[in-house]
């Protein structure tokens, strides 16, 4: 039985093979057909070469098809394989006549309906009928009866009546497999665009974390070639303050131009560098988020932005960790930065780029202002130049360790000045003890003595600086103004007038005025007319060690310290002091008082920072110029990194200037001794026995220490002094040796 079953099975089977077989056959007949080769319509004489891959059997088969059935040959291996396929798949198929009839259709169907429509192809490289003679003739001989609409409508019938036949196709089937595929596509396509739609949602709103998390990097930082813009190419706006003859203020191309590197941090460190300073905050147990990023030529500014519930002072204290974590030398933390809910810290980066001077003064900052003692500090922590008045300070004081740079920005606020001012406007009283960092402006017309480097005489200058000052005050004082700046408009104004009344020949009421080639030397003549005024320079004093004069004198320098700097503002003295030893035995509470205006610079330790600050911070700054700036009025310090000039670039300006003219100096002052001192001294001198001991020594025709200290039972030295005075007021003669002294004075009236 199961040898009956398996033997219609493998019939089936062979069928199958045969007519796969078959189709490939003639697959490859009609597919290498070529019009050369030898067929019933094609003689070739002679052994000629044969392209159809089966041969000669191929060549008359695919021609023959091609020649009768034209384009409906392909039909037959085609209609061959779906045979040969329901022979495996299908136990009871059958080709019967029907199966048989519906091939035959198709191929006919075909073949009319490609030769009513394109009459003649090329295939194969040749032309040939595009539906055979079949094609041709069935379809020209129903064109004659049904036309054409006809032919297409019968043909067509053909075609699909055959196509159900052979492949057994239900037109409902096919009906409701179309809707079902059209349902599918649908349902897919509106799963991909609410698939698309989510996706896009959840990208924006990653996109939005992305951006809320990710710092803000500030844009404001200036690049080197943008700084090179701002640079004003010429200073031609000064050509109309300078009249032929008058002085010339030295040129900025006196200073080296210094082609700087972009040192500034990429973006995408940036924000590296931000993921870190959060991770290792919450390695230690805060949280917080970085929101802004400011980058600069020297360090960058980290704005922090703590979770609700941190403490300020657990961010503080972990300053010395988060430079450790960081690989950095230094990280200054800002706790809150002013203005704003973060906390600013401070990273310095890995490549320092330099600041010049020429970078902060060859802009609009420095020569459109209106400043009369500008002093260029540097450039902030975003590279913008930072520029301040000394007027309106109006005092300076400056500390940092050795190698800091507080001898550099010495050098750079004095040349900050020099550039805008003129010595009629502006004169400079040095003090150097160490002697190196000042003594290179020896000879600049701009001074009114030489360069002070003894400090004995230095307290001597100081004296005569507040003396200076007292006699500035009754000047300003008798044309009933309030400063300087105004005492100066109304003594050219009066001037100018005077001046045009003595050309018209009119009467001369106006106040008399003195030459202002020297000003100082000139009112020094005048005080005996106290309508002598002139126009008054500001008076700059720089002092570059103070340590040393507090050693030396620290009474007398510190009193007359504290007097100009308390008062010395109106009369347009200005004090800029430096010290490389920030301690309270320099720096007193009563200097530190009345100077609002601080710079520190790097120092060595906390206690530093908080003598000449008041508060920490410098001992984190990175040396090199890095500085902390004290604005006055306010507490809150500002981060500048300082213009550095060279040597070089100092003897070109001091060259220039000297070459304008020579100093006119005034060698009065170290001699010179206030009035109020003298009278202070004069008052230590009195003593009340003086008189009785005038009328002793009188009586008794002798004079000497032992006879007044005996006979009026007092002191040796006190006796000593009563001698000297008697001597300095020609009461008594000189000592010679043993003998006694002689009177000049006879018996006083009872």
Known sequence: MKEKKQEPKRGREVF????LALAIFFLLCIVSYSPNDPSFTHYVTGKAKIHNLCGSVGSYTSDSLMKFLGIGAFWLPILLIVTSFRFFLNKTFKPGPVVIAGFAGLIFSTSALVAMKYPAIFLFGTKIASGGLLGAFSSKFLSTYLNHVGTYILLFLVLIISLMITI???LIALAKGVTRAFIWL???????????????KLSSEKRERKAEAAPVISDATPTPAERA???RLEQASFEFLKPEGAFQLPSLELLA????KDMRIQKESLIMNSRILEKKLSDFGVNAKVVEVKPGPVITMYELEPAPGVKINRITNLSDDLALALKSPSVRIIAPVP???VIGIEIPNHEREPVHLKDVLDNEVFFESKYKLPIALGEDIVGNPVVTDLVRMPHLLIAGTTGSGKSVFLNAAICSILFKATPDEVKFLMIDPKRL?????EGIPHLIHPVVVDPKKASTVLRWAVEEMERRYKLIGELGVKNIAKYNRVVEKDLALSLEKQKTGGEDNTISYASVSNPIEDSDQGKGNEKTHIKLPYIVIVIDELADLMMVAQRDVEESLTRLAQMARAAGIHLILATQRPSVDVITGVIKANFSTRISFQVSSKVDSRTILDQLGAEHLLGAGDMLFMPPGTSKLERIHGAFVSDKEINEVVGFIRKQGRPSYDESILTYQPVSLKDEKTDEEFDEKYDEAVALVADLGQASISLVQRYMKIGYNRAARIIEKMEAEGVVGPSDGAKPRKVLVGKLPR
């Open 229 to 231: 813009r701002r640079k």
């Open 257 to 260: 131009d210094v082609k700087c």
């Open 339 to 341: 203005g704003k809910a």
């Open 168 to 170: 057994n196709l239900s």
């Open 437 to 441: 960092e000042l003594a290179g402006y």
């Open 186 to 200: 649908k349902t897919l396509l509106v799963i991909k665009i609410e698939r698309g739609k989510r996706q896009k």
């Open 16 to 19: 199958g093979v045969i007519f």
